[in-house]
C-alpha cells in the first residue's frame, strides 16, 4: 500500500526479473552514474520449510549453514550503512519466529546483482557484510559463497512458479491458451499436451511417407533432387507437429465472456474493468483446481487488481484473491483499495510512506493494533488515516453494490458467524457475507451506511442485514428501522419462550449473553463440539462433553443442556482456545442438515428476499 511513485510496483518487477528473467527496470541513478558506481540488485528472502529439502542432500547442509546464521544475527552484527535496514530484518524474522521454529524453516537469503547490460551475479544484500558465511560454509561443508548461491538460486527458481499480473497488460495475448501466463497458471505446456496426442511410432510413419513421396518426385527428375540444407533438420518430429497444431489451432482461440442468455463476448471487445475481473476469474480457476502441492509452488502477483474497475467490484476481485490464498497459493499485490484490511484476517500489509525506510509492516488479524502501536512507535507520524480509509473503501463498495443492483449483504461479527450464515443459506451469487471483526466495527459500518443511505432509500435495490451477538458486558446503541432495506439486530435468547430471537438493538433485554454458537441446534452443536475436540487433542474436555447430554432438544444450544458451572465454564473456555470457534463453524457446516436451520435465520432470509 501506499500513494504513487512509492514503488509498490517496482517490488513485483523486480521479482519477475529474478524468478521469470524478464527485462530490469532500471532507475536514473544507474542508467545516469552507470552500473560500476549504483550497482542494481534484487535480494528476495526465502522462508522454507525444511521438509521440501531431502535431508541428505548438499543442499540441505549449505542452507542449514546459511540459516543458523541467519536465524541468529542481530542488527548490531550489520556494518553501520546497514543499520536501518537490518533492524526491520530482525524485527521482521523474531515476529515470524513465534510460529515459524528455526527445527522446521530455512530462512534462505539469495539475489543477483547487475554487472553491466548483459552479465549478472549473484549477491546477499546486506547479509554480505557477515563474515560468518564464507567462514562457516568452508568449515563445515567445503564450499565458498558462490557455490552456495548457485545452489540456493537453483532451488528457489525451480521451487517457485511466480505468476505476474502487471496493471498495464495485452489482454488478448494474456489470456491466450497458448500464452505463458495462462500456461502457467494451468500448470500445463500446450507443447507438451499436443505432443502426447502423436506417438513416436506414428511420427517414425509419418517420416517414412514422407520420404517415400519426395523419392517419387526426385526419381521423376532426371538432373534436379529435392535435398535438405547441411544444417536443417531432415526428418519431421514430434515439436514440428506440436509448433503446428499450436499455430493452427490455438492462435485462433479467444477468451470470450458467456453472460446471461448465453451471449459471448470477446475478451478484446470487453470494458477495462471486464477484462480485469477476466484476469482474475482465469487465475482463480485454475490455481484452485490445481493439486495442492502445485498450488503451493506459485506466488500469484497482481499490481492494482481494482483498477479500472467501478467502486461496486472492488470487493468481489479482493475476495476472489482472498479465496486463491486461502487454498495455498501465495498472493501478492500492490493497492489502493483498502478496503480489504477489514475482511481479510489472514495475511499481511506493507505500508510504504515514501519516506527513507518509512515502510511499515502490518498484520491484518491485529491491524488495529498495529496501527496503533506504530502511531505511537512514530509520535504520530504514521499517516493515520489508514485504517479510515480501508472502512470507507469497503462502505462505498457495500453502498454501490446496494444501489446500482439487487445485492443482499449480511454484515456480522467474526468469520465463525460467516461460515454458520453460509451453512444456513447455501449461498447466493449476489448475497455477500462480511465479517468485519467485532460488535463495534458491525456499528461502525451500520452508522456509516445509515447515513449514507437515509435520503437515497427510494433508489436502494438491494438488502443489508447487520447482525450482532448479545454481549455479557452489551453497550446500548440507538439504530432505528427508518431505511427499509436496512435492518440491524442482535440474537437473544429467550428462556421463557425457548427461541433465539432477533431483537432491537433498542431492546432493554440483554440477559442471557448470546453468540451464535448459542442459537444452534443442540444436537448437531454437540456432535461438532466432540469432532473438533478429537481433532485438536483435548482428551479431559473430551471426556466431559462424551458425558453430556441434552436436556431438551427443541430448545436452542445455548438453553438445551443442563449444565454445571464447572461445565459451562468448560465450554466458554474451550471455545476461547485459538481458532476453536472456527474449526467447530467447519464441523457444524459439515454435520448440519437442512430441516436443522434455526428459526430465527428463517428471519434473515425473508428480510433478505432470499
Same mark, same amino acid.
Given at each position: 500500500?501506499?500513494?504513487?511513485?512509492?514503488?509498490?510496483?517496482?517490488?513485483?518487477?523486480?521479482?519477475?526479473?529474478?524468478?521469470?528473467?524478464?527485462?530490469?527496470?532500471?532507475?536514473?541513478?544507474?542508467?545516469?552514474?552507470?552500473?560500476?558506481?549504483?550497482?542494481?540488485?534484487?535480494?528476495?528472502?526465502?522462508?522454507?520449510?525444511?521438509?521440501?529439502?531431502?535431508?541428505?542432500?548438499?543442499?540441505?547442509?549449505?542452507?542449514?549453514?546459511?540459516?543458523?546464521?541467519?536465524?541468529?544475527?542481530?542488527?548490531?552484527?550489520?556494518?553501520?550503512?546497514?543499520?536501518?535496514?537490518?533492524?526491520?530484518?530482525?524485527?521482521?524474522?523474531?515476529?515470524?519466529?513465534?510460529?515459524?521454529?528455526?527445527?522446521?524453516?530455512?530462512?534462505?537469503?539469495?539475489?543477483?546483482?547487475?554487472?553491466?547490460?548483459?552479465?549478472?551475479?549473484?549477491?546477499?544484500?546486506?547479509?554480505?557484510?557477515?563474515?560468518?558465511?564464507?567462514?562457516?560454509?568452508?568449515?563445515?561443508?567445503?564450499?565458498?559463497?558462490?557455490?552456495?548461491?548457485?545452489?540456493?538460486?537453483?532451488?528457489?527458481?525451480?521451487?517457485?512458479?511466480?505468476?505476474?499480473?502487471?496493471?498495464?497488460?495485452?489482454?488478448?495475448?494474456?489470456?491466450?491458451?497458448?500464452?505463458?501466463?495462462?500456461?502457467?497458471?494451468?500448470?500445463?505446456?500446450?507443447?507438451?499436451?499436443? &505432443?502426447?496426442?502423436?506417438?513416436? #511410432?506414428?511420427?517414425?510413419?509419418?517420416?517414412?511417407?514422407?520420404?517415400? +513421396? /519426395?523419392?517419387? @518426385? $526426385?526419381?521423376?527428375?532426371?538432373?534436379?533432387?529435392?535435398?535438405?540444407?547441411?544444417?536443417?533438420?531432415?526428418?519431421?518430429?514430434?515439436?514440428?507437429?506440436?509448433?503446428?497444431?499450436?499455430?493452427?489451432?490455438?492462435?485462433?482461440?479467444?477468451?470470450?465472456?458467456?453472460?446471461?442468455?448465453?451471449?459471448?463476448?470477446?475478451?478484446?471487445?470487453?470494458?477495462?474493468?471486464?477484462?480485469?475481473?477476466?484476469?482474475?476469474?482465469?487465475?482463480?480457476?485454475?490455481?484452485?483446481?490445481?493439486?495442492?502441492?502445485?498450488?503451493?509452488?506459485?506466488?500469484?502477483?497482481?499490481?492494482?487488481?481494482?483498477?479500472?474497475?467501478?467502486?461496486?467490484?472492488?470487493?468481489?476481485?479482493?475476495?476472489?484473491? &482472498?479465496?486463491?490464498?486461502?487454498? #495455498?497459493?501465495?498472493?501478492?499485490?500492490?493497492?489502493?483499495?483498502?478496503? +480489504? /484490511?477489514?475482511? @481479510? $484476517?489472514?495475511?499481511?500489509?506493507?505500508?510504504?510512506?515514501?519516506?527513507?525506510?518509512?515502510?511499515?509492516?502490518?498484520?491484518?488479524?491485529?491491524?488495529?493494533?498495529?496501527?496503533?502501536?506504530?502511531?505511537?512507535?512514530?509520535?504520530?507520524?504514521?499517516?493515520?488515516?489508514?485504517?479510515?480509509?480501508?472502512?470507507?473503501?469497503?462502505?462505498?463498495?457495500?453502498?454501490?453494490?446496494?444501489?446500482?443492483?439487487?445485492?443482499?449483504?449480511?454484515?456480522?461479527?467474526?468469520?465463525?458467524?460467516?461460515?454458520?450464515?453460509?451453512?444456513?443459506?447455501?449461498?447466493?451469487?449476489?448475497?455477500?457475507?462480511?465479517?468485519?471483526?467485532?460488535?463495534?466495527?458491525?456499528?461502525?459500518?451500520?452508522?456509516?451506511?445509515?447515513?449514507?443511505?437515509?435520503?437515497?432509500?427510494?433508489?436502494?435495490?438491494?438488502?443489508?442485514?447487520?447482525?450482532?451477538?448479545?454481549?455479557?458486558?452489551?453497550?446500548?446503541?440507538?439504530?432505528?428501522?427508518?431505511?427499509?432495506?436496512?435492518?440491524?439486530?442482535?440474537?437473544?435468547?429467550?428462556?421463557?419462550?425457548?427461541?433465539?430471537?432477533?431483537?432491537?438493538?433498542?431492546?432493554?433485554?440483554?440477559?442471557?449473553?448470546?453468540?451464535?454458537?448459542?442459537?444452534?441446534?443442540?444436537?448437531?452443536?454437540?456432535?461438532?463440539?466432540?469432532?473438533?475436540?478429537?481433532?485438536?487433542?483435548?482428551?479431559?474436555?473430551?471426556?466431559?462433553?462424551?458425558?453430556?447430554?441434552?436436556?431438551?432438544?427443541?430448545?436452542?444450544?445455548?438453553?438445551?443442556?443442563?449444565?454445571?458451572?464447572?461445565?459451562?465454564?468448560?465450554?466458554?473456555?474451550?471455545?476461547?482456545?485459538?481458532?476453536?470457534?472456527?474449526?467447530?463453524?467447519?464441523?457444524?457446516?459439515?454435520?448440519?442438515?437442512?430441516?436443522?436451520?434455526?428459526?430465527?435465520?428463517?428471519?434473515?432470509?425473508?428480510?433478505?428476499?432470499?
Amino acid at each position: 500500500m501506499g500513494d504513487n511513485g512509492v514503488g509498490k510496483s517496482s517490488v513485483l518487477e523486480a521479482l519477475d526479473s529474478f524468478f521469470n528473467d524478464t527485462e530490469w527496470t532500471l532507475n536514473h541513478n544507474v542508467l545516469e552514474k552507470g552500473f560500476s558506481e549504483r550497482e542494481p540488485y534484487i535480494c528476495p528472502v526465502f522462508l522454507v520449510e525444511k521438509r521440501r529439502v531431502h535431508k541428505s542432500s548438499n543442499l540441505h547442509k549449505y542452507l542449514e549453514v546459511v540459516s543458523d546464521i541467519v536465524w541468529q544475527i542481530e542488527a548490531e552484527d550489520f556494518i553501520s550503512s546497514h543499520a536501518a535496514v537490518a533492524k526491520l530484518f530482525c524485527e521482521h524474522r523474531d515476529d515470524l519466529s513465534k510460529k515459524h521454529s528455526s527445527e522446521d524453516y530455512f530462512i534462505v537469503p539469495i539475489g543477483i546483482k547487475k554487472l553491466s547490460k548483459t552479465s549478472q551475479g549473484f549477491t546477499l544484500s546486506v547479509f554480505e557484510s557477515i563474515e560468518d558465511f564464507s567462514a562457516r560454509l568452508n568449515d563445515e561443508v567445503g564450499i565458498d559463497l558462490d557455490e552456495y548461491c548457485q545452489a540456493s538460486f537453483r532451488f528457489v527458481k525451480n521451487g517457485y512458479n511466480y505468476i505476474y499480473l502487471p496493471s498495464d497488460i495485452d489482454f488478448g495475448q494474456y489470456t491466450k491458451i497458448e500464452g505463458e501466463t495462462v500456461q502457467a497458471l494451468m500448470g500445463e505446456k500446450v507443447e507438451e499436451v499436443v &505432443r502426447d496426442f502423436i506417438s513416436d #511410432h506414428q511420427v517414425r510413419e509419418i517420416n517414412q511417407q514422407l520420404n517415400s +513421396f /519426395m523419392d517419387s @518426385v $526426385s526419381s521423376r527428375l532426371e538432373n534436379y533432387e529435392y535435398k535438405k540444407p547441411a544444417r536443417k533438420q531432415n526428418l519431421f518430429n514430434q515439436t514440428h507437429f506440436a509448433s503446428k497444431v499450436i499455430e493452427a489451432y490455438f492462435s485462433s482461440k479467444v477468451l470470450n465472456l458467456i453472460a446471461e442468455g448465453g451471449v459471448q463476448t470477446p475478451i478484446y471487445d470487453l470494458s477495462s474493468g471486464e477484462k480485469r475481473r477476466a484476469i482474475i476469474d482465469i487465475a482463480k480457476a485454475f490455481l484452485t483446481g490445481a493439486s495442492e502441492e502445485r498450488r503451493a509452488q506459485v506466488i500469484l502477483a497482481v499490481d492494482e487488481p481494482e483498477i479500472s474497475l467501478h467502486t461496486a467490484s472492488c470487493f468481489p476481485q479482493f475476495e476472489k484473491l &482472498r479465496y486463491i490464498a486461502e487454498n #495455498h497459493v501465495q498472493v501478492m499485490l500492490t493497492t489502493h483499495w483498502y478496503g +480489504f /484490511m477489514p475482511i @481479510v $484476517s489472514n495475511g499481511s500489509a506493507t505500508y510504504i510512506s515514501g519516506g527513507r525506510n518509512e515502510n511499515y509492516l502490518l498484520n491484518l488479524k491485529r491491524f488495529r493494533d498495529d496501527i496503533s502501536k506504530l502511531r505511537a512507535k512514530t509520535k504520530g507520524s504514521l499517516p493515520s488515516n489508514i485504517e479510515l480509509k480501508g472502512i470507507n473503501d469497503l462502505v462505498q463498495s457495500v453502498i454501490s453494490s446496494v444501489m446500482g443492483g439487487e445485492y443482499k449483504w449480511i454484515i456480522c461479527e467474526g468469520v465463525s458467524d460467516k461460515i454458520y450464515l453460509e451453512c444456513f443459506c447455501g449461498g447466493g451469487e449476489k448475497l455477500v457475507i462480511l465479517p468485519v471483526s467485532g460488535a463495534p466495527m458491525v456499528k461502525k459500518f451500520y452508522t456509516y451506511i445509515y447515513l449514507a443511505l437515509l435520503d437515497e432509500r427510494s433508489d436502494v435495490k438491494g438488502r443489508i442485514y447487520f447482525l450482532l451477538d448479545t454481549d455479557e458486558e452489551h453497550e446500548f446503541y440507538e439504530a432505528r428501522d427508518k431505511i427499509p432495506s436496512i435492518r440491524i439486530r442482535r440474537l437473544l435468547n429467550d428462556s421463557e419462550e425457548g427461541c433465539t430471537k432477533l431483537v432491537s438493538i433498542t431492546n432493554s433485554k440483554v440477559s442471557p449473553p448470546t453468540e451464535i454458537e448459542d442459537s444452534l441446534d443442540a444436537e448437531v452443536f454437540l456432535l461438532s463440539m466432540r469432532e473438533v475436540a478429537r481433532e485438536i487433542g483435548t482428551p479431559d474436555f473430551l471426556d466431559l462433553i462424551d458425558g453430556m447430554s441434552i436436556n431438551d432438544d427443541s430448545l436452542p444450544s445455548g438453553l438445551a443442556f443442563d449444565w454445571r458451572d464447572s461445565e459451562r465454564k468448560a465450554v466458554a473456555n474451550f471455545l476461547k482456545m485459538p481458532s476453536v470457534k472456527v474449526r467447530l463453524a467447519e464441523a457444524y457446516s459439515r454435520l448440519h442438515r437442512d430441516e436443522k436451520t434455526p428459526q430465527w435465520f428463517r428471519e434473515v432470509k425473508d428480510f433478505l428476499l432470499l
